[in-house]
C-alpha cells in the first residue's frame, strides 16, 4: 500500500461544478503539499498545510492530520483547471516529500 | 525573477550512455531536489542538496548522483543509462532544506528517452 493514496485516479466535471479530490496518508506527516501539473510537465506549488484550512482564489484545501486525510476543493471549475493535482507529504525531520500518484481532471466547457 | 530553469529539456539517449542534467533554482535559493517521474506516476525523490552537502538520497542506485556548486545549481548524473530510466526528471528549488517550512518550486522538467 503506497504511502499516500488519492482518489479519485481520474474525475470528469461540467465547467461550473464544484470538485473534491482527496489525500490520505499512512504515516506522521510535518506537511502535506497540493500540487498541480500541466501536460507539459511542468509543477506548480498550490498549498502548504500543515493544519486547518488555506484558500486561494477558487481553491481551498484543508487537512485533518488527525484522520490523516486532505481534501483539495475547486469551485466553479473551470476548463483551465483541467491538470493533474498531486498530493506530496514531509514525514518529520526527513528531507524528502512523497507523492500520491495524481488524481488527472478534466473539466468540460 | 527568473523560475528555477532546467536543461536539456528534452533529450534521447542510448542504452549505456551517461547522461548529465542540469538545474538552476530560484535566485537566493539554497536547497535543491531531484525527482523522477515516470509516465503515469507520481515523482520520486532521488536527492536533496542543501549548501552543496547531500541531504537526503532516496531508492535509486549509485548510478545515480548529483552535486550542488557554490551558486547552488545542480546537476544530475546518471551511468549506464537503462531502458526503465526513461522519465521526466524534475527539479525543485526552496529558501532552505526544509520541505515543511517553505514552498516549493519546480522547473519544468527535463524528459529523457533511452532507447
Known amino acids: 500500500k503506497n504511502e499516500v493514496e488519492q482518489s479519485p485516479q481520474n474525475l470528469t466535471a461540467q465547467e461550473g461544478e464544484f470538485i473534491t479530490i482527496n489525500c490520505s496518508y499512512s504515516?506522521?506527516?510535518?506537511?502535506l503539499h497540493w500540487l498541480q501539473q500541466h501536460p507539459g510537465g511542468g509543477i506548480v506549488s498550490l498549498f502548504m498545510?500543515?493544519?486547518g484550512k488555506k484558500k486561494h482564489g477558487r481553491l481551498i484545501a484543508t487537512i485533518n492530520i488527525q484522520e490523516k486525510h486532505s481534501s483539495l476543493h475547486i469551485t466553479a471549475s473551470h476548463p483551465r483547471d483541467s491538470a493533474v493535482y498531486i498530493c506530496?507529504?514531509?514525514?518529520?525531520?526527513?528531507?524528502?516529500?512523497?507523492f500520491g500518484k495524481g488524481t488527472l481532471l478534466t473539466v468540460n466547457p | 525573477d527568473a523560475g528555477v530553469t532546467q536543461s536539456p529539456t528534452h533529450l534521447i539517449k542510448t542504452r549505456g550512455q551517461q547522461v548529465t542534467l542540469r538545474c538552476s533554482p530560484i535566485s537566493g535559493h539554497k536547497s535543491v531536489s531531484w525527482y523522477q517521474q515516470v509516465l503515469g506516476q507520481g515523482p520520486q525523490f532521488i536527492f536533496q542538496y542543501y549548501e552543496k552537502e547531500e541531504r537526503g538520497r532516496g531508492n535509486f542506485p549509485d548510478r545515480f548522483s548529483a552535486r550542488q556548486f557554490p551558486n547552488y545549481s545542480s546537476e544530475l548524473n546518471v551511468n549506464a543509462l537503462l531502458l526503465g530510466d526513461s522519465a521526466l526528471y524534475l527539479c525543485a528549488s526552496s529558501l532552505d532544506g526544509d520541505p515543511s517550512g517553505n514552498t516549493i518550486y519546480f522547473g519544468e522538467g527535463s524528459w529523457l528517452t533511452v532507447v
Open positions: 498545510l500543515s493544519s
Open positions: 506530496a507529504v514531509k514525514r518529520g525531520s526527513n528531507y524528502k516529500l512523497t
Open positions: 504515516v506522521g506527516i510535518s506537511a
